[in-house]
Each structure stands twice: as C-alpha cells, then as structure tokens.
C-alpha cells in the first residue's frame, strides 16, 4: 500500500529556508507512473499547490513560488525534496506531499501533513 | 491562473439533510477536470470526486459531483453524522498551476 511521509524541520526563521522531505513507501518513485508533489495550506485557508516532479526530474512550480522553489528526488532512498528560499510568515502553513497518476488526474494520495511555522 | 470561488462558506444542516456545494470557475477550462475533496480537522484532504462526477474507490454513493464550463456542484443526498467537515474544489484541467477553492465547511445545525 503506498504511503507518504514528511519531514523536516517544524520552525523556520524568516529568510531561512524551508526543507522538507517525503519518504515514499509501496511504490518506487522511478515507476512512471506518478507524479510527486508538495501542496501546503495556511491555517483556516485551503490548498495551494506549490509544485510536482517526474521520474525523468521534469518539475512543475506554481509562479508565485517558482522564484523560490526547488522540488527534486532522490531515487536511492525513494525521496523526494521540497526547498523553498527566503521564507517570510506568509510561508507558514501545512506541508503535504502527495502523488497523482500519470495523466490528467487529481492528487489521490497525501501525507499526514508537516506543520512549519516561520518565525524567529 | 483559475480562480476557484465556493459556495457557500459555511452550510448548516442537519443529518438526513441534503447538502448542495458550488464551485465557479473564473474562466472555463478542459472539461471535466474537476475534483472535490472532504477534510476533516488535523487530517489530510480526502479525494472523493475526480472528472467532475467519478466518484474515487470507497466513497459512498450519497456522494455526487456534477457540473461543466465554469460551474461545479457536489452533493450530498442525506447527511451522515461523518459528513461534517470541509469540502474543497480542485481544478487541474489548465496549465499549472493547479488551484483549489478557499472550502465550504458543512456544519451541524
């Protein structure tokens, strides 16, 4: 059954960056058959989408983060990474990784979620 | 990028009622890639509706999507005590970035 875990750091300080990692069980994140991605969400506001990695390392970012953001994997420990550079308190919210399928689909399978706060 | 706007913010009901979620989109875009998802407090989004009107593996029937172009509806015929919680619309029919609505939370009356 594939299940998805972060970690990370659970306070920040403002122009620091955030780390995050998911670990990936059930599946090989080199199947081809997912794209991975990090999804965060402010106290009491809903989702935003940050961004998605391929097998092959093709990334996909939201523009309003795209300046500030890095989402890579690491195939030998079947993680995936999410960096985010200068973070302000505006950053502090729920990190979830999650994956979807190949294809047009929705994300299907999330983690527990990490809270990270931003602050000194 | 695609403004997702539901409505409305807050629902109260009461079990056995029938629940009507809307989501309108800012502009119309690939048909049919819609999804909803339920959550609850301290927990990660549950996926319960892709494609519009696909219901995902293990979720109740009470549960429908329907909905084209730029309006988006979920229903739940009849309100069960687990159903009170937070729904979202999701869209990821357009180019990235894929967005989602700011909820409706469905609460008891």
């Known amino acids: 059954q594939l299940q998805l875990q972060e970690s990370g750091p659970g306070l920040v300080k403002p122009s620091e960056t955030l780390s995050l990692t998911c670990t990936v069980s059930g599946v090989s994140i080199n199947s081809g058959t997912y794209y991975w991605g990090w999804i965060r969400q402010p106290p009491g506001k809903g989702p935003e989408w940050i961004g998605s990695i391929y097998y092959t390392g093709k990334t996909d970012y939201n523009p309003s983060l795209k300046s500030r953001v890095t989402i890579s994997l690491d195939t030998s420990t079947n993680q995936f990474s999410l960096k985010l550079t200068s973070v302000t308190a505006a950053d502090t919210a729920v990190y979830y990784c999650?994956?979807?399928?190949?294809?047009?689909?929705?994300?299907?399978?999330w983690g527990q979620g990490t809270l990270v706060t931003v602050s000194s | 990028e695609i403004v997702l706007t539901q409505s409305p913010g807050t629902l109260s009901l009461s079990p056995g009622d029938r629940a009507t979620l809307s989501c309108r989109a800012s502009q119309s875009f690939s048909s049919g890639y819609i999804a909803w998802y339920q959550q609850k407090p301290g927990q990660a989004p549950r996926l319960l509706i892709s494609g519009a009107s696909s219901r995902a593996t293990g979720v109740p029937d009470r549960f429908s999507g329907s909905g084209s172009g730029t309006d988006f509806t979920l229903t739940i015929s009849r309100l069960e005590p687990e159903d009170f919680a937070v729904y979202y619309c999701?869209?990821?029919?357009?180019?990235?970035?894929?967005?989602f609505g700011q909820g409706t939370k469905v609460e008891i009356k």
């Open positions: 999650a994956k979807r399928s190949f294809g047009r689909r929705p994300y299907d399978s």
């Open positions: 999701h869209q990821y029919g357009s180019s990235p970035p894929w967005t």
